[in-house]
């Protein structure tokens, strides 16, 4: 069983920067796709960043992209999102998730198949 725990998040202005990070137990990490998704209050879940089991590729929602970047250390079994230049509409909760090796629909929560609890950002205007 594999087991993600995200941290960082938390409660900062428009223009702030925060660094999420999760965690993973395990020894599937290393080879395993890893994605960032968010779910604002009323709002369907929705894919902001993936990055491949090797950290050679990454993608992003549009939203995020020039923002966000999304990185992985497989020696410490983690990987981040560092948000700058927040915006009040990306306040929601994160969550990361682990996919297969060679996932290539990254934009799809289905298949991921290791899920964290969430992390909440609130971005104040």
């Known amino acids: 069983q594999v087991q993600l725990v995200e941290s960082g998040g938390g409660l900062v202005q428009a223009g702030d920067s925060l660094r999420l990070s999760c965690a993973t137990s395990g020894r599937t990490f290393s080879s395993s796709s890893m994605g960032w998704f968010r779910q604002a209050p009323g709002k369907e879940r929705e894919f902001v960043a993936a990055i491949s089991w090797s950290g050679g590729s990454t993608y992003y929602a549009d939203s995020v992209k020039g923002r966000f970047t999304i990185s992985r250390d497989n020696a410490k079994n983690t990987v981040y999102l560092q948000m700058n230049s927040l915006k009040p509409e990306d306040t929601a909760v994160y969550s990361c998730?682990?996919?297969?090796?060679?996932?290539?629909?990254?934009?799809?929560?289905?298949?991921?198949?290791?899920w964290g609890q969430g992390t909440q950002v609130t971005v104040s205007s």
């Open positions: 998730a682990a996919g297969p090796k060679y996932y290539v629909d990254y934009v799809k929560a289905s298949g991921y198949i290791y």
